[in-house]
């Protein structure tokens, strides 16, 4: 069984370290008119670089750009869109703030909007010593709010874009374009983050069909010869609730909150899983470290019932919320998991 380390989104955009409150003064020189769009785009660029950085000192394969750039998950993707502008603050459904996207006409992706960002991430992994035994092992996961969420937590002015299938349809469309940039520039692995919940008697197929749109793109770019898998991770409670159609979705790889819910550990130590998937083992909502043991001792009980051969581990979903030396400590504690399953055990 292949044992893959892989981050699942954000990280901390400050600390205590040297340098670390960069990015947040820099937002608020901005903000007093004091510094320039340049100089933030410096500080963000500097933050990026020490998150890749940390990720690969922890001994991940797969890591994120921490999704430093982003104000929220909601409004930094559609309101990059033609046809969309930011409303309201509202809070979060698991915690944080967003910017209310309204849609004003039907969305048009007329630029990338996250295409620079990975090529940049790319490079900053690049620029790294690769460490020992990870030779061709690195990559720059990109992650992408899906359609359905964007859709769900967006409000309309335009009548032919009140209802949430004509949304979630026209921000699929926006994105499957997307996929095919960022596949084109070399991005073997692509998350779409569904964090709206879901209602299983209205947004099963809502939230299905626009997958399966992006699915589309994946298979045009395979077509053309890149090789591009999606990871679809979905809210807990929906995921539990939906556990019997996920693997039907065209979906390369599931990835499962277990820290949040668990009955999805239950659900999948019974079914099994007939895809890769990724298994949160560690909470990014909460600073307190998980039982090493207990983690250990649950993955062990799941891998003979993943078919598939290849699992990745990581944090269920960002760490933005915790403190730099919390998601430090999260990311080794997957990282020690993995070594004691693997039967490389290191001291406790």
Not at 119 to 129: H, K, M, Q
Not at 200 to 211: A, C, E, H, M
Not at 221 to 248: H, I, P, W
Not at 260 to 285: M, Q
């Amino acid at each position: 069984m292949e044992l893959i380390l892989a981050s699942a989104g954000s990280y901390p955009r400050s600390g205590s370290g040297e340098g670390l409150q960069v990015l947040v003064r820099a937002r608020e020189a901005v903000a007093r008119g004091e510094q320039t769009a340049a100089d933030l785009s410096d500080a963000e660029n500097f933050m990026v670089r020490r998150a890749i950085e940390e990720q690969v000192a922890a001994g991940f394969e797969v890591v994120t750009d921490g999704l430093t750039r982003w104000c929220d998950p909601v409004s930094h993707l559609a309101c990059k869109l033609e046809g969309v502008d930011r409303g309201a603050e509202r809070s979060l459904p698991n915690g944080g703030c967003y910017r209310v996207p309204v849609v004003t006409k039907r969305p048009v992706r007329n630029l990338p909007f996250l295409t620079e960002e990975y090529r940049f991430a790319c490079n900053a992994l690049g620029t790294l010593i690769t460490p020992r035994g990870k030779a061709g092992k690195l990559a720059v996961k990109a992650v992408l709010t899906g359609p359905f969420t964007l859709a769900k937590l967006s409000e309309s002015s335009d009548a032919a874009m009140t209802a949430l299938e004509a949304r979630a349809e026209a921000f699929a469309e926006a994105l499957a374009v997307e996929i095919l940039a960022l596949a084109e520039g070399g991005a073997e692995h692509i998350q779409v983050d569904e964090l709206a919940p879901i209602d299983p008697r209205s947004d099963w197929t809502v939230l299905r069909s626009g997958f399966s749109a992006l699915a589309a793109a994946r298979d045009t770019a395979r077509k053309g010869g890149r090789r591009v898998d999606l990871t679809l991770a979905l809210e807990s409670r929906g995921a539990a609730a939906q556990f019997e159609s996920l693997f039907d979705l065209p979906a390369d790889v599931i990835a499962f909150d277990l820290a949040a819910d668990a009955k999805l550990y239950d659900r999948i130590a019974l079914a099994g899983a007939p895809k890769p998937v990724h298994l949160g083992l560690v909470s990014g909502r909460r600073a307190e470290l998980e039982d090493i043991r207990e983690l250990a001792r649950k993955l062990e009980a799941l891998l003979p019932k993943m078919a598939a051969g290849r699992v990745f581990l990581g944090p269920a979903g960002g760490l933005d919320s915790l403190s730099r030396e919390s998601a430090r400590a999260k990311l080794a504690l997957v990282a020690r998991v993995r070594e004691i399953v693997a039967g490389r055990p290191v001291p406790l």
